[in-house]
């Protein structure tokens, strides 16, 4: 769905409470943006594929280093370099993170990140046998309350890095929250609006659409005095959540329904006395 | 008449037409609105169905390794593997990934093979994408032996998930995607659309009342049915212990000290 038609879709289902009039494109929009992030954080965990985006980072433009652990020597006298760079202010959580460089013999290697504690971070790297040395690589990502990004520190050989390698690049994939989507468009053309520009909203998988436009409303039907108009609302948002809760119920059920049995075996239930009265029971 | 065959898209606006008659006029009414509305509609009663029919709401397409999977993607079903041979893959978590297709570490006995293909579901530039092993990802120049790359074909094959019917792909003489039992409800919901344009307080009301009470009763019976099929299949299911309490009576065997 892009903006105009959320927007479109949003003012037909208000003037079913006859408030339509009451509220402009922009305040929508408002509300709109806030029930595309509400909506993700309450379904990411029962459709985590759905939010899962990636991105590649080239190391050998990265010149932040960790002043806390670079340099660092593990038990074996190994030298890292750790990096530390900013993640995407959309990110929730990372999900994979890979790391390639080509070697002289243009092998392209592709070793995981490892993520540890933020506690561990620094015992890991000294690590005789579990530090970076090992075919994973160790890193570790934190929150700043400073400027409210998150932040990923991570550590390689310092030979790998020292040596050069023809590109030396790094995978992200992780879970994002979708980010505001904008109505205007100041820095192209003025203070015009310009919604064909960022309507492409593919974030929201399609079948979620109608979740995010009841929350939508249910946070317009908020800013009113219309008690029964709310309460019809709710009444709708709660048979969708009804209906999501119930999917995942029913998805885990008949998991469970494909094992022979879901009792605990006791000796109560055991077969003892043989196979002649196990079969008369029908159990076989 | 009693049309034979199945609904098509221009019926159901029919019906939204006579239900609605009162209130249309020769200002209000518009076939492109409600075209749009219907779709709209059958999309949010798709959602709806989704659990009752499992089965019903379904989409095939053609993907290899790294496709960007459509919009209207809402879970897997299932991906059959064509190409170079057939052989059904088997969905794991993207964290597993890693673990199964990387050329040097992937696992000894349970990695992704021609035979034994595997997929998952992550994400690029905010598209979901379908991830297929084994395949040719970072493999350069010759590996040190005794390691081998993938030298076979790439994986081609059809998956089929589970989807809600896409704006483009529906006009006015398309068929009903969706059940036809379930025909009803798309007709009230159009039809709730399309009073609120029109706007008709009592009736909208009532119509509104009844969409979301007939709602509720056909999830009340599901709901219903299914709590007696999974009570049936506890009732049926008993436990059998995977090994005999017969004593040992070959000559040499182990005597059985599990009881």
């Known amino acids: ?284 | 008449m009693i049309p034979y065959r199945k609904t098509l898209i221009r019926d159901i606006m029919d019906e939204v037409v006579l239900r609605a008659r009162n209130f249309i006029n020769f200002y209000n009414y518009d076939s492109e609105f409600l075209l749009t509305q219907v779709i709209q509609s059958i999309r949010t009663t798709g959602f709806h169905l989704l659990p009752f029919r499992v089965w019903a709401l379904t989409k095939q397409i053609p993907v290899t390794h790294r496709t960007t999977l459509p919009l209207d993607f809402i879970s897997p079903i299932r991906l059959i593997i064509q190409e170079p041979k057939l052989a059904e893959a088997r969905l794991v978590d993207f964290r597993e990934y890693y673990q199964l297709a990387n050329w040097r570490y992937q696992h000894s006995w349970n990695k992704s093979t021609e035979l034994n293909p595997i997929y998952c579901i992550t994400g690029v530039s905010h598209n979901k994408v379908i991830f297929i092993a084994p395949n040719n990802d970072y493999q350069t120049g010759t590996p040190p032996p005794p390691l081998k790359y993938y030298t076979g074909a790439p994986l081609q094959g059809i998956l089929e998930y589970h989807s809600v019917p896409n704006y483009n792909d529906l006009n006015e003489n398309s068929y009903l995607p969706l059940p036809e039992e379930f025909k009803e409800l798309v007709i009230l919901e159009t039809t709730i659309r399309f009073l609120s344009k029109v706007t008709d307080n009592y009736y909208l009301l009532n119509l509104h009342k009844n969409l979301v009470e007939k709602k509720t009763k056909l999830w009340d019976e599901y709901v219903k049915k299914l709590q007696s099929e999974y009570k049936e299949m506890d009732e049926f299911t008993e436990p059998i212990p995977p090994f005999s309490t017969q004593p040992a009576v070959v000559p040499g065997e182990l005597p059985n000290r599990l009881i």
């Open chain 1, 1 to 284: 769905m892009t903006i105009q038609q959320y927007l479109d879709e949003i003012k037909l289902r208000l003037l079913r409470f006859q408030v339509s009039s009451q509220f402009d494109d922009l305040k929508i929009l408002t509300f709109l943006n806030q029930a595309r992030q509400t909506i993700t954080l309450q379904v990411i965990d029962i459709y985590p594929d759905l939010f899962v985006t990636s991105l590649k980072y080239n190391l050998k433009n990265i010149q932040t280093f960790d002043p806390l652990t670079n340099g660092l020597q593990d038990l074996n006298g190994n030298l890292i370099t750790a990096y530390l760079i900013r993640l995407p202010a959309e990110l929730y959580k990372p999900i994979e993170i890979w790391v390639f460089w080509e070697t002289e013999d243009g092998i392209t290697e592709w070793r995981q990140l490892r993520l540890v504690s933020k506690k561990e971070y620094y015992f890991t790297l000294k690590h005789s046998f579990n530090s970076t040395q090992t075919p994973t690589f160790v890193g570790t990502y934190w929150h700043s309350v400073e400027d409210g990004f998150y932040y990923l520190s991570f550590a390689l050989p310092k030979t790998l890095v020292d040596s050069n390698p023809s590109k030396l690049e790094m995978d992200i994939y992780y879970y994002y929250i979708p980010m505001p989507l904008e109505l205007y468009n100041d820095s192209i053309s003025g203070p015009q609006v310009l919604p064909s520009i960022f309507d492409d909203e593919i974030i929201i998988p399609s079948f979620l659409e109608e979740l995010v436009i009841q929350q939508t409303i249910l946070y317009l039907l908020t800013t009113i005095d219309q008690a029964n108009a709310l309460q019809r609302c709710k009444d709708e948002l709660e048979i969708f959540w009804n209906i999501i809760n119930f999917n995942k119920e029913i998805s885990n059920l008949r998991k469970r329904s494909l094992l022979p049995s879901k009792k605990n075996i006791t000796a109560s239930n055991l077969p003892v006395i043989g196979i002649e009265q196990s079969s008369s029971n029908g159990n076989q």
